[in-house]
């Protein structure tokens, strides 16, 4: 079975500071993906990232950022240099490939940026 | 392109009425899936369809069901509403090659109300 945890429910912060969310899964595909996905009050999840289970390699995009790490089974995403408009709803997935096409969603992490 | 398209936006049932929802996915993207998102479950899969058939399903009574039409646009029915069927639905289209999986990318939803 696949499970996702974000363990943090809610981070408020002000513009201009770093966000870091974090997410634990728990597979025992060796193949997976992992994802973060964004919901804004509108409702429509909006795709930020995605990394395979066999690329461990960590990257910016922008203001994104995000660490891999499969030792600790561990997806963490960070925001840097936060403004309003990154007020959502952020969730972390996992989609195991022995599983099919299904996304396994954790609770999400409501992140407010206040001006 | 075009992105996932979902109708209706917004509905209102009685219970143990029945209730239709389309999706039409991104052009090329053969495989669609939904999703119910509420509260207090957050966001749980439904079932997956590909090439007209379904390939995946998730934990959800039998009066959940959908199919596909030979243009991959997708419907679900619920039948016999419950109270506890009020819901963000969401669908999700993505294009699947060979045994590869890719980014889904969804829909604005359809928030259905029972009362």
């Known amino acids: 079975a696949q499970k996702v945890t974000q363990a943090q429910t809610e981070i408020s912060v002000v513009e201009k500071e770093d966000v870091t969310l974090d997410c634990v899964y728990e597979?025992?595909?060796?193949?997976?993906?992992l994802f973060w996905y964004k919901q804004p009050p509108s409702g429509e999840l909006v795709f930020l990232i995605r990394?395979?289970?066999?690329?461990?390699q960590n990257e910016i995009s922008g203001r994104y950022s995000w660490n891999f790490q499969k030792s600790t089974s561990s997806f963490n995403f960070t925001i840097t240099a936060s403004q309003v408009v990154d007020s959502a709803v952020y969730f972390c997935?996992?989609?195991?490939?022995?599983?099919?096409?299904?996304?396994?969603f954790g609770g999400g992490t409501r992140v407010l940026v206040k001006p | 392109k075009a992105g996932v398209t979902q109708t209706p936006r917004y509905l209102i049932k009685t219970r143990g009425q029945q209730v239709t929802l389309s999706c039409s996915p991104i052009?090329?993207?053969?495989?669609v899936s939904w999703y119910q998102q509420t509260p207090g479950q957050g966001l749980q899969f439904l079932f997956e369809?590909?090439?007209?058939?379904?390939?995946n399903k998730g934990n959800f009574p039998g009066r959940f069901s959908g199919r596909q039409f030979s243009n991959s646009r997708s419907e679900m029915n619920v039948s016999t509403l419950e109270l506890g069927d009020s819901a963000l639905y969401l669908c999700?289209?993505?294009?699947?090659?060979?045994?590869?999986?890719?980014?889904?990318?969804f829909g604005p939803g359809t928030r259905l109300t029972v009362l």
């Open positions: 997935a996992l989609l195991s490939k022995a599983a099919g096409n299904k996304l396994t």
């Open positions: 597979t025992r595909d060796t193949t997976y993906y």
């Open positions: 999700a289209s993505s294009f699947v090659r060979g045994g590869d999986y890719n980014e889904q990318f």
């Open positions: 990394r395979n289970s066999f690329d461990e």
């Open positions: 052009s090329g993207h053969r495989s």
């Open positions: 369809y590909f090439s007209e058939t379904q390939r």
